[in-house]
């Protein structure tokens, strides 16, 4: 076994939500695979995950769902989610995640 960040190309794999905020250039069009609390943003009319700032919950990050079963997503409101799909941004919509799975987090 190779050392170091095995990782293939294309695949983000593991990444936190503040690192998809922060860097989001480098998962562009990658399969990324991210856990947070669902929630919808009456806002932009969208589920998204969120990683809540445990200091200040203003400065909370959140990717958008997208691409996913409404009332899948609808019943799992409220909880941790893993969430696995293809990350993107866009001036729209923002940060968000072309998903394949959402299940419950472990």
Do not use: M
């Not at 990658?30 to 856990?35: D, H």
Request: aromatic content about 6%; cysteine-free; overall charge negative.
């Amino acid at each position: 076994a190779r050392g170091g960040g095995a990782t293939p190309a294309g695949v983000g794999g593991h990444v936190s939500i503040h690192d998809l905020s922060l860097v989001p250039d480098t998962y562009r069009g990658k399969t990324v695979i991210t856990e947070g609390t669902l929630g919808f943003s009456a806002e932009v009319k969208q589920h998204q995950i969120v990683d809540p700032d445990p200091v200040d919950p203003s400065k909370s990050q959140a990717v958008v769902v997208l691409g996913y079963d409404a009332l899948a997503l609808r019943a799992l409101e409220g909880q941790r989610v893993s969430v696995t799909g293809r990350f993107d941004f866009d001036p729209a919509t923002g940060i968000f995640i072309d998903a394949d799975i959402v299940a419950g987090a472990e």
